[in-house]
């Protein structure tokens, strides 16, 4: 008897609505649909499976017409936005009472708005098909003309982006070209093959051209897409060949733990064996370990002495070249005099202090210093315990409150003009960095800086800190530069959230395509505001999918395998073609 009682009140507890109500002598009510009722039991189906309750238990048996059930399911459809299924379950109760204008009001209705809704989402296949049930069911309906005249010119827009895409890589205009061809696959099915193909070729085509113009930066973000699109052979060699820029591009953002990594991945099979040992050499400069730079510049002179010039990959003397930039930036990371100089320049006026748990704070006034130091503490806990569920066990970080932007601006140890001028964002387009550097004995810590400004402790503060948290142990970190900074930005104040999400829409036109985005690893510098926008938007979209366990999973499944994997792992999504479109559509594109 109690196992009924309890199987009986989790249905009560989970039933949803349904076409009849079954109503227990206890007081309870089953939502469900009624199959059978004899003397001794009373069989329902409920969504859960089919299940009889003993007669005597049921006081009371509430009917519903299967139509009107329909009708009222159709109702709630259609208000919580579900226009698809407002339209089946319409067409249901339409096909019991074909002969009720009322019902076939409300089916034409729905059938309009899906099928506004389609082509609006480019979904042509799909809104041919409504168009034509709401043609059958109302031959002379006013708007089935006018939607069908709207697919058309889509479709014909469709052709004419395509056109003009392909003219303007015949022309070599290859980022307007671009911009064409992701406007033309959002009118493509999900996942069309033919697409993918499309877009894998152009940004082919995009990595050779800024190769050629020894933009390797930008080549090395075009080859990443063409991967992402799936694209192999070509574009993964020409990855493989520039991966020396993506070593240099992970010192310059001050992630040196990302460019040791890298650096293991060419080695010992370089094309050109000189190129690998002067950026360990560089890196070892950075680093502070001077001796063993000394040993490893001398070791990559003699290799490239003796191997001299190649033709395949980054040769040496361009290495030299993009790596002597890094070297002249890394005035915070290099050798201790380095150190000591950029302390003296820019600390020298600060007030040091070092009474707080996780941080040495440097701030213009005492009073700043403490009250931030206590502030940064509470605030790393929190971020920490939320996204590695505990605290790291590691040295403190270095955190620099400088008087003014002008101040801010002024410790950016890069030089103007340098050839890695675009491998990241300079301080004047920031309000705050996070990196890897040295203490004063050599050792390294990770240091955040920014400036006196008014949302610095509600924003910049917590952003930074994520970055802090993320180095100490987050498993997706620099799996993708996108979450690297959505993360950061979920902890900034809610102003400041809302005011990017106000930038996201009237940026959202000029977009980064989504497998473009994903496979950035640093930060474009010619296209800040869209980065940040897009990564914002796109890292609240996601984390909307589901509740806060599935967001902390796809955090620690992304940090493990591929984002697609991880995605279709955690919240059911098949491909990034399908994400995307699902994102665009919650956007309201």
């Not at 005597?56 to 509430?62: G, P």
């Not at 806990?381 to 040295?395: S, Y």
Request: aromatic share 8%.
């Amino acid at each position: 008897m109690r196992r009924v009682v309890v199987v009986l009140c989790l249905l009560l507890l989970h039933g949803p609505a349904h076409a009849d109500e079954v109503v227990l002598h206890s007081g309870g009510k089953l939502s469900c649909e009624v199959l059978e009722v004899t003397d001794t039991i009373v069989r329902i189906r409920l969504p859960r499976g089919v299940m009889e309750i003993p007669r005597a238990k049921v006081l009371e048996i509430r009917r519903e017409s299967k139509r009107a059930y329909l009708e009222r399911e159709a109702s709630r459809s259609q208000r919580t936005g579900s226009e698809r299924g407002a339209v089946e379950l319409y067409e249901r109760a339409f096909r019991e009472a074909q002969d009720d204008e009322s019902i076939q009001a409300k089916y034409e209705a729905a059938l309009e708005v899906y099928a506004t809704s389609l082509v609006r989402e480019f979904r042509f296949r799909e809104a041919e098909r409504a168009i034509r049930t709401l043609v059958r069911i109302h031959p002379n309906h006013p708007s089935a003309k006018r939607l069908a005249d709207a697919m058309a010119r889509e479709i014909t827009r469709t052709g004419v982006l395509l056109d003009r895409a392909e003219r303007s890589l015949k022309s070599g205009n290859v980022e307007v070209a671009l911009r064409e061809l992701e406007a033309w696959r959002q009118r493509r099915p999900v996942d069309d093959p033919h697409a993918r193909k499309t877009m894998a070729s152009a940004y082919l085509l995009a990595g050779r051209h800024a190769a050629s113009q020894t933009r390797l930066r930008a080549a090395l973000d075009h080859y990443r897409a063409a991967v992402a699109f799936g694209a192999h052979g070509e574009a993964q060699q020409a990855l493989y060949l520039l991966r020396p820029i993506a070593v240099l591009e992970a010192m310059r953002e001050g992630d040196l733990e990302h460019a040791r990594r890298e650096l293991r991945g060419i080695a010992t099979t370089y094309p050109h064996p000189a190129t690998p040992v002067y950026l360990e050499a560089v890196l070892s400069h950075v680093s502070g370990n001077v001796e063993h730079a000394v040993q490893r510049y001398a070791d990559a002179a003699r290799l490239a002495e003796k191997t001299g010039p190649k033709r395949a990959g980054v040769s040496y003397k361009l290495a030299q070249q993009y790596a002597s930039a890094t070297l002249r930036a890394a005035i915070a990371r290099p050798p201790s005099e380095g150190v000591s100089r950029w302390r003296e320049l820019f600390l020298g006026s600060l007030v040091r202090y070092d009474e707080g748990r996780h941080f040495t704070v440097y701030a213009p006034s005492a009073d700043v210093a403490a009250k931030l130091s206590k502030s940064s503490d509470a605030a790393y806990d929190r971020i920490a315990n939320e996204l590695l569920g505990r605290l790291p066990k590691t040295g403190k970080a270095e955190l620099v409150i400088h008087p003014s932007r002008r101040a801010y601006v002024a410790a950016d140890p890069s030089p103007p003009g340098t050839p890695l001028k675009d491998a990241s964002v300079s301080r004047e387009q920031t309000a705050g960095v996070c990196y890897d550097t040295l203490d004063e004995n050599g050792e390294r810590l990770v240091r955040v800086e920014t400036f006196a400004h008014s949302d610095w402790e509600e924003s910049t503060i917590p952003h930074e800190l994520v970055h802090v948290v993320q180095r100490r142990g987050l498993p997706a970190f620099r799996r993708g530069k996108w979450l690297d900074e959505g993360l950061a930005m979920l902890y900034e104040s809610t102003a400041s959230q809302t005011n990017r999400l106000a930038l996201w829409r009237r940026l959202a036109k000029g977009r980064m395509p989504l497998p473009e985005f994903l496979a950035l690893r640093s930060i474009p510098a010619e296209r800040v505001s869209m980065f940040y926008s897009q990564a914002h938007a796109f890292t609240v979209f996601l984390r909307s999918l589901g509740d806060g366990a599935q967001w902390t999973r796809f955090l620690s499944e992304f940090g493990n395998s591929e984002f697609e994997v991880a995605v279709r792992r955690v919240y059911q999504v098949e491909s990034v073609a399908v994400l995307e479109r699902l994102w665009l559509s919650k956007a309201g594109r």
